[in-house]
């Protein structure tokens, strides 16, 4: 049995418990700590170190965040403090907790969970899971890899931005009931299934807790929806995850810089063998001169 920590930040909370990654089981039962007022990195920072020392776990620790994340920096913040846009995350956290922490998007996390463990697992094909809560989280899984940073609660519908639209807070601040909610998301999962036609919706976040609420009401062609399996506890187990791969983090990719072309190596290497052996070019000849007519 591995035991890792996972750390799960929310718009309202952020949520810690020490996770099972050969089950995906919890271990002890999860500590919530209020997100601290504007989610400011400081702020955000001390609640981890908090949980961290809480659980006295060695090792490493799997933190989510609600925005995009690629090799340990955070690189959007749609419901979170501007201060995190560009901010190398992993090294806060790390330095922070004096733990190795592994840094992953909150519904990439959630998906993973799902994929392995809970609604989406032996599912071949696409699996889309979305977290409905403060926003609109998704995370696309093709045959159980994750295609990550996806951002689909971004969308537009027309002249509605789809996560301020649609999402729970949505319902809650639209005062909808869980039909008009349902018709909105209908709306919503159509478009997606239009563009990606996936095998399978799962429908995480807090509305998970009540299917029964909102499943009748949705209306779809082809895809079929199902409610997660692990609701809110999804995020922990997929950071839990997130840190229980090999050890090492993963390089930034060597390569050129936007706008740069190369050739591959590849195709250097065969148009060199192209070339006749040991056939040297002609030099080229100077063009002669044109004397001027007198």
Request: no cysteine; proline share 7%; aromatic share 4%.
């Amino acid at each position: 049995m591995s035991a890792i920590l996972g750390i799960d930040i929310g718009g309202s909370g952020i949520k810690g418990a020490p996770v099972d990654t050969s089950t995906g089981q919890l271990l002890s039962e999860r500590v919530r700590i209020p997100t601290p007022e504007g989610a400011r990195p400081a702020d955000v920072k001390d609640v981890v170190r908090q949980l961290v020392e809480h659980f006295g776990l060695p090792g490493a620790v799997g933190v989510t965040f609600p925005g995009i994340v690629q090799h340990g920096h955070t690189l959007s913040a749609a419901n979170v403090d501007k201060g995190w846009i560009g901010l190398d995350a992993d090294t806060l956290f790390t330095e922070a907790s004096g733990h190795d922490v592994h840094l992953i998007n909150d519904a990439d996390a959630a998906g993973l969970a799902e994929a392995k463990f809970g609604a989406g697992a032996g599912v071949q094909g696409t699996v889309m899971v979305l977290t409905f809560g403060t926003g609109i989280g998704s995370a696309l899984i093709l045959n159980g890899t994750l295609i990550p940073n996806t951002e689909l609660g971004h969308l537009w519908l027309r002249d509605k931005h789809a996560e301020t639209w649609a999402s729970d807070r949505a319902r809650e601040l639209d005062d909808l009931n869980w039909k008009q909610w349902a018709r909105r998301v209908s709306t919503y999962l159509q478009h997606l299934e239009l563009l990606f036609s996936p095998d399978l919706f799962v429908i995480g976040g807090g509305v998970s807790k009540r299917p029964e609420k909102w499943l009748p009401h949705l209306q779809l062609s082809r895809s079929r929806v199902v409610p997660a399996q692990l609701q809110n506890e999804a995020g922990i187990v997929g950071a839990a995850m997130m840190a229980a791969q090999p050890p090492g983090r993963p390089e930034r990719p060597a390569g050129p810089l936007v706008g740069q072309a190369t050739v591959p190596r590849k195709l250097k290497a065969e148009a060199a063998l192209d070339k006749p052996a040991g056939k040297r070019t002609a030099p080229a000849r100077k063009p002669s001169a044109v004397k001027p007519k007198k």
